[in-house]
């Protein structure tokens, strides 16, 4: 059957690729939260934009799970010192689950809750790497 998204890239967001830690968190269902724990887990981003983002976890993280992230982005400056960003927390949702490496997954998820100051702070660190 036709798929008329064949070959398309359906995402409303540019995607940057990066190699950042992201913190995280399972809020729910209960069942996931009990089997990965509740305890803060540490993973690697492979790339975010203003809607979502991907990283790699030791975990299975079913999709539909809710979990909170905590991100710290950085910027450079013209003489090349690198600040850091406080702690960015933001609500998310498991779309995509992939098994990669061994023991590893590819997490996707889709940005749910986000204040106006974090949603600024992740489109500034997007934007300041995807522009020309």
Not at 64 to 73: A, H, I, R, S
Request: some cysteine; proline content about 4%; overall charge positive.
């Amino acid at each position: 059957m036709y798929n008329r998204y064949w070959g398309r890239d359906r995402r409303r967001f540019q995607r940057l690729k990066v190699n950042l830690s992201v913190w995280y968190t399972v809020e729910a269902p209960l069942f996931v939260r009990n089997a990965v724990g509740c305890r803060e887990k540490e993973a690697k981003t492979i790339d975010i934009c203003e809607g979502g983002m991907a990283f790699i976890s030791q975990n299975h993280i079913p999709i539909w799970t809710t979990l909170v992230l905590k991100l710290m982005f950085f910027k450079t400056d013209r003489e090349g010192m690198v600040s850091f960003s406080d702690p960015v927390e933001i609500a998310a949702e498991v779309r995509s689950s992939l098994p990669c490496e061994k023991d590893e997954y590819r997490i996707g998820v889709c940005f749910k809750e986000i204040r106006t100051a974090n949603k600024t702070e992740v489109a500034q660190f997007v934007g300041s790497f995807l522009a020309p």
